[in-house]
């Protein structure tokens, strides 16, 4: 079964930054595209960020457009969201996610993700 663990959340003040990785095992890494979600109590899980299988075919929601950045290493099977200029708005549980199919056209929901980390908080003070 693959496991993804996320790390790399805290507590940032309006306008900073962080780094957050996903460490993933289990499935061939390369053959799959990944994706990071945000989830705040109450609300339902908002897509963020997705990459190709390969590196390429990257998509980004349009509320984190040019603030995030997300990339991964096949080699080292890990993918990454850097979060710059953050907003309160932006406090949330961060979980990064595998598609369920290999290769293909990375995907925007939920459903079409089956392996899930457990998340990492970012908190964004004002």
């Known amino acids: 079964q693959a496991q993804l663990v996320e790390s790399g959340g805290g507590m940032v003040k309006a306008g900073g930054s962080l780094s957050l990785s996903c460490a993933a095992s289990?499935?061939?890494?390369?053959?799959?595209?990944m994706a990071w979600f945000r989830q705040v109590p109450g609300k339902e899980r908002e897509f963020l960020a997705a990459v190709g299988w390969s590196g390429e075919r990257i998509k980004y929601d349009d509320s984190v457009k040019g603030r995030f950045i997300i990339s991964r290493d096949n080699a080292k099977s890990t993918v990454d969201l850097r979060l710059t200029n953050l907003k309160p708005a932006d406090t949330a549980v961060y979980y990064c996610a595998r598609q369920r199919e290999p290769y293909g056209v990375p995907s925007r929901t939920p459903t079409q993700f089956d392996s899930w980390g457990r998340g990492t908080q970012v908190t964004v003070s004002s």
């Open positions: 289990g499935r061939p890494f390369s053959r799959y595209n």
